[in-house]
């Protein structure tokens, strides 16, 4: 889990893993967040250095992990 509080804007860009409850994990790239969700890109025709040009898809907190 990863703390929106604790987020600071050096974490965009960071890689995460999406581990939702029923399907597959999922690495994507941390865009921006708000009080809520984390805008976390997970598809972007593997162009990563672009990945801020692409849509961030809302996703829980409590089902991100930083990759290391």
Known sequence: MIEIKDL????????VEYMPAHNEPEMGRIKSWNDTFIFVVYKCDNKWVDFKNYTGCATSPED????S
């Open 64 to 67: 991100l992990s930083f990759v």
């Open 8 to 15: 600071k804007k050096e974490d965009v860009g960071r890689w």
